[in-house]
Nanobody, 115 residues
């Protein structure tokens, strides 16, 4: 049973920073993609950033230059460092794991950017 456990969400002022973490457990193929999606109130879920096990990354245009995704393959953990946060970054951020056989999702962590 694969599980994804997220942490690090919360309330932050505009311009501030947060770091999200997502630890995966279970039987997971080493060749995989991990990342983050988000869903703001009234909007569809959208990709934020993903990273392959070899370190190739892809970012949404809206977060390029502000967010950095990284991972620790030994710990099967993915991180999202979010800087220069804006009110429009407010959303539930969900961890994502794609083993190319199946996709897995975390329960999500709320990030609120507000003064």
């Amino acid at each position: 049973q694969v599980q994804l456990v997220e942490s690090g969400g919360g309330l932050v002022q505009p311009g501030g920073s947060l770091r999200l973490s997502c630890a995966a457990s279970g039987s997971i193929f080493s060749n995989n993609v991990m990342g983050w999606y988000r869903q703001a109130p009234g909007k569809e879920r959208e990709l934020v950033a993903v990273i392959t096990n070899s370190g190739i990354t892809n970012y949404a245009d809206s977060v390029k230059g502000r967010f950095t995704i990284s991972r620790d393959n030994a710990k099967i953990t993915v991180y999202l460092q979010m800087n220069s946060l804006k009110s429009e970054d407010t959303a539930v951020y969900s961890c994502y794991l794609n083993t190319f056989l199946r996709q897995y999702w975390g329960k999500g962590t709320l990030v609120t950017v507000s003064s």
